[in-house]
């Protein structure tokens, strides 16, 4: 064979080589593309499942709201079932749920960051052991979701985050709670438990001893009752009651301060938020449902809903 044929030999055996190799390519590129399709497909479709898992979830929670409101006989009895009701839907026979979690929050168990007074935020932040920084970290809260750029005495406004890759004040009200980790002096405190975006007066019933402390007018000793008083699983039917429990000072500065303590807390929920989560496992979509629900006599009523994951 001459060495013109071994070469033209040669390049056909690499000309079949390459196009073996291009066909493989393509059909691997083929695959590829349909698992992603199938997968997303899938992904889809768990999600899809997902997402109606927690919405029925979410509707068993409302129809036992329903449920234990339609068995109070009166609606003084129904008064005393909305202030506990994650009470009553646990018990009810509509739960547990094997295919999601239902939480039930009242609206108030922590306190509305966006509604606060600054007097407020000192005085829970006072109640978290925070006194010597408490006017500081209440003025940063109030800079960050006021209007203005004009910094409060102890404050901190564009200029204080200026260059540390931060974040700049919103300057509108908290669009969600997690954003308080951005301001300043709030980093790494942990204030998932007392602060929110939720609207809603501080309930009575279901703040816990911080937030209850938020509350002016209310002493240390009116927040050891109040706590005293749940304990026993005794309920508070109205505010100025626990005057007659209080020693002198403490009940006299609940009536000095009574017009604000009406305006900001109270002994029936505004609301109660439900939460369903469904899904979450290998490979699983989870799907996060909440919705607000308020107490119309003896039902209650859907007034928000909203996908958070």
């Known amino acids: 064979m001459t060495e013109r044929a071994r ?18 390519l393509l059909g691997l590129a083929a695959a590829l593309t349909g698992r992603i399709a199938f997968d997303a497909a899938g992904n889809r479709v768990t999600a899809e499942r997902a997402a109606w898992r927690a919405r029925g979830c979410a509707e ?57 007074t600054d007097e407020q935020l000192r005085r829970l932040f006072d109640a978290l052991g925070h006194r010597g920084d408490a006017e500081a970290m209440a003025d940063a809260i109030v800079d960050w979701r006021d209007e203005d750029e004009l910094p409060r005495p102890m404050g901190a406004e564009r200029d204080a985050y200026d260059g540390r890759r931060q974040l700049l004040p919103r300057n509108a009200p908290f669009a969600d709670a997690r954003e308080l980790r951005q301001v300043r002096g709030l980093a790494l405190l942990d204030l998932a438990g007392v602060l929110d975006v939720e609207p809603g007066r501080i309930s009575v019933h279901n703040a816990p001893a911080p937030v209850l402390g938020a509350v002016p007018g209310f002493t240390e000793e009116t927040v050891r009752l109040i706590l005293q008083l749940r304990d026993d699983e005794r309920t508070i039917r109205e505010i100025p009651a626990l005057a007659g429990m ?64």
């Open 7 to 24: 070469l033209r030999r040669g390049f056909a055996l690499l000309a079949v080589l390459l196009v073996m190799v291009t066909a493989s």
């Open 60 to 116: 068993r929670a409302v129809a036992a709201a329903d449920a234990a409101l339609e068995a109070a006989r009166t609606l003084d009895a129904a008064e005393i079932v909305w202030r506990t009701l994650d009470a009553h839907v646990a018990r009810s026979p509509l739960f547990p749920v094997a295919s999601c979690a239902v939480a039930l929050e009242a609206a108030g168990s922590r306190l509305d960051v966006n509604a606060a």
């Open 246 to 309: 209080l020693s002198t000072a403490s009940a006299n500065e609940l009536m000095a301060r009574y017009q604000d303590v009406a305006r900001m807390a109270t002994v029936d929920p505004d609301g109660w938020i439900v939460r369903a989560t469904a899904g979450g496992g290998y490979r699983e979509a989870r799907a996060v449902l909440e919705w607000r629900i308020v107490r119309t006599g003896r039902r209650v009523t859907i007034v928000r809903q909203r996908s958070l994951a």
